[in-house]
């Protein structure tokens, strides 16, 4: 069964920059997504790359943050730069198709914004 483990969140100040990974285990899917869920509200898709490489994003990262993948390595990415404290959150990664979710969640990786 396909797992997927983020890593490389952490506290970072306002304006700062983070690249968290989500590495997939068995084979990735065509389309994969990054999500955040904040404390108290509910899950969201902010970004999302084909196989082909297309991207996009919701309104409130659009323009901050990048989304990219390695297929060689089963690895997909999401580089956060102009960080503000509402981008505060753990982080999920998933496969999906026509918006629905493909995979089971990890355990994801929680990524502060805070001075």
């Known amino acids: 069964q396909v797992q997927f483990v983020e890593s490389g969140g952490g506290l970072v100040q306002p304006g700062g920059s983070l690249r968290v990974s989500c590495a997939v285990s068995?084979?990735?899917?065509?389309?994969m997504g990054w999500y955040r869920q904040a404390p108290g509200k509910e899950r969201e898709l902010v970004a999302q790359?084909?196989?082909?490489?297309?991207?996009t994003y919701a309104d409130s990262v659009k323009g901050r943050f990048t989304i990219f993948r390695e297929n060689a390595k089963n690895t997909v990415y999401l580089q956060m730069n102009s960080l503000k404290p509402e981008d505060t959150a753990v982080y999920y990664c998933?496969?999906?198709?026509?918006?629905?979710?493909?995979?089971?969640w990890g355990q994801g990786t929680q990524v502060t914004v805070s001075s």
């Open positions: 068995g084979s990735i899917f065509a389309a």
């Open positions: 998933n496969g999906l198709a026509r918006g629905v979710v493909l995979g089971p």
């Open positions: 790359i084909s196989s082909g490489r297309s991207t």
